[in-house]
């Protein structure tokens, strides 16, 4: 299944969401408004098939039962999140029924890496952590990027204590601006001391290792982040990995400072780059600015030159070929309200009358709430000025 349009009705927190899929697209909204369940739920159709061998893999038996399933894919206390009397879900426009669709018989390799919210959870003190690690009530999609790194980390980088930066992986101003902007001159590499594979940061020559205790909060929620990209940017001359096609990212902000949330986004830029469709939940204005500034570009004939200005990138063969790709992607936005109801908000003017494309669904509104106040403190101040003369 490789989805153009997903329509949920009545499912967890979500009363009607319809989404037609761009080549990126965000979503935006407050905490517990249905933004991951709408993304889980999009990776259990793309990927029931794998999601239900990895179960069988491990030895997790769930009954032939649709809560069953429910409550050790989303995690615990989630088995009723669907009700077959309300819950409706269309793809493309055709109704599916979820109790038969994982039932069916579907593709066998995976189409779709989830990057979950949870990430930080799979280092432990710089230890990677398989998915038999987790509780069986841990959402499934945790369980399964954690494994997928700790995979890569034994496999791929057994060879090599190096992580980053690795001249194979990532281009060269990719690794610049992440050694500039979120390791401030900081290496990742393994360390095996102790007979176990601990990730650590090293410094120059001669300086002491940092374990994971000591690395800020930005760089605990980028290191895995950082690996989930390397599964996806393989070093060999291909652009993706094995069958993927989709990539989802929660809040991929978690912990940055705005010019790493940058980077960070450029990182973004070359997964669409490279043809994976991109999904992303986020909180942060900031990445809504990267997308609206792009989105703008390709409406109104922006040129490589300015979008090489919005990442304050060299104007070179490779990213001149990055910069003309995201001319021609399609980006989408998506407002998931306390109210169940999602609503389209792709032209992101803000100028527009209605609030929740004008403020792009509450995440520049308190910054002009903020504005307003000030300016009429100011101007009020400045009235009676003369008068305190």
Not at 169 to 194: A, H
Not at 238 to 261: F, N, Y
Not at 278 to 299: F, G, I, K, N, Q
């Amino acid at each position: 299944m490789n989805p153009r349009r997903l329509q949920i009705e009545n499912l967890g927190q979500i009363a009607s969401a319809d989404l037609a899929f761009g080549d990126l697209t965000v979503l935006v909204g407050p905490q517990a408004t249905g933004k991951s369940i709408f993304l889980q739920t999009l990776k259990l159709l793309v990927d029931s098939g794998p999601v239900l061998n990895e179960l069988k893999r491990f030895n997790i038996d769930w009954g032939g039962q649709l809560p069953n399933l429910l409550e050790l894919y989303f995690g615990e206390g989630m088995s009723r999140i669907h009700d077959a009397s309300r819950t409706r879900l269309t793809v493309d426009g055709a109704l599916l029924d979820l109790d038969a669709a994982v039932r069916g018989k579907w593709r066998k390799e995976e189409h779709l890496f989830y990057i979950p919210a949870q990430r930080v959870l799979s280092l432990r003190e710089g230890l990677t952590r398989p998915f038999t690690e987790y509780r069986s009530g841990d959402p499934f999609v945790v369980r399964e990027f954690s494994d997928q790194l700790h995979q890569l980390v034994q496999t791929e980088f057994s060879q090599s204590p190096e992580l980053f930066p690795k001249s194979n992986r990532l281009k060269q101003v990719f690794r610049d601006k992440l050694g500039e902007n979120i390791f401030g001159g900081f290496g990742v590499r393994t360390s095996s001391e102790r007979f176990q594979k601990r990730i650590v940061l090293h410094g120059p020559e001669g300086a002491t290792d940092l374990p994971y205790l000591v690395w800020s909060a930005g760089q605990r929620e980028f290191v895995p982040l950082l690996l989930g990209l390397y599964w996806l940017i393989p070093p060999a001359k291909v652009s993706r990995r094995g069958k993927l096609q989709w990539v989802v990212i929660e809040e991929l902000e978690m912990g940055l400072h705005p010019d790493a949330i940058s980077v960070t986004m450029l990182l973004v830029v070359e997964l669409l780059s490279r043809g994976y469709k991109v999904c992303l939940s986020t909180h942060s204005p900031h990445v809504l600015d990267v997308v609206w500034a792009l989105r703008t570009m390709r409406e109104r004939n922006g040129t490589v030159a300015d979008v090489l200005d919005v990442f304050g990138l060299p104007k070179n063969p490779p990213t001149k070929e990055l910069a003309e790709a995201v001319l021609q992607k399609e980006f989408r936005v998506y407002f998931f309200q306390r109210s169940g109801q999602v609503r389209d908000i792709s032209r992101m003017d803000p100028g527009a009358e209605d609030g929740a494309e004008s403020g792009w669904g509450g995440l520049s509104g308190f910054s002009g709430h903020v504005g307003d106040i000030v300016a009429r403190v100011v101007a009020r101040d400045e009235n009676i000025s003369p008068i305190r003369a």
